[in-house]
């Protein structure tokens, strides 16, 4: 049969150990890529969600803007409309005493 010298075992050992080796860090690499493949999934689906908060946020503000455009715009008619009405009222072209015109703007500010 077959001789067997401790040169001959001590290869086989090694053989051995490396391929355990192999298969346990193959095995680790295995799970780590099946992890960060978990992972990136996660990652994208938040991304997602924020990208749409986003273009919400971005709507609703546009909204805003649009709103508060129309608003000024509403307001400056109003303005002419009241100085249109007071241009010809005779109340509204009389001179006010200074101290009552004073009163009037620190009530405005």
Same mark, same amino acid.
């Given at each position: 049969?077959?001789?067997?010298?401790?040169?001959?075992?001590?290869?086989?050992?090694?053989i051995?150990?490396?391929?355990?080796?192999?298969?346990?860090?193959?095995?680790?690499?295995?799970?780590?890529?099946?992890?960060?493949?978990?992972?990136k999934?996660?990652?994208?689906?938040? =991304?997602?969600q924020?990208?749409?908060? =986003?273009?919400?946020?971005?709507?609703?503000?546009?909204?805003?803007?649009?709103?508060?455009?129309?608003?000024?715009m509403?307001i400056?008619?109003?303005?002419?409309q009241?100085?249109?009405?007071?241009?010809?009222?005779?109340c509204?072209?009389?001179?006010?005493?200074?101290?009552?015109?004073?009163?009037?703007?620190?009530?405005?500010?």
């Amino acid at each position: 049969m077959f001789k067997l010298s401790k040169v001959n075992i001590a290869s086989i050992a090694l053989i051995i150990i490396g391929f355990a080796f192999t298969v346990y860090f193959g095995y680790n690499n295995y799970q780590e890529k099946k992890q960060l493949q978990k992972d990136k999934a996660e990652l994208s689906k938040e =991304i997602e969600q924020l990208e749409q908060n =986003i273009a919400k946020n971005n709507q609703i503000i546009a909204q805003r803007e649009q709103e508060k455009a129309q608003d000024a715009m509403s307001i400056k008619q109003l303005q002419e409309q009241i100085k249109d009405a007071l241009k010809n009222n005779q109340c509204a072209n009389d001179f006010m005493p200074s101290n009552i015109s004073d009163w009037m703007r620190s009530g405005k500010n």
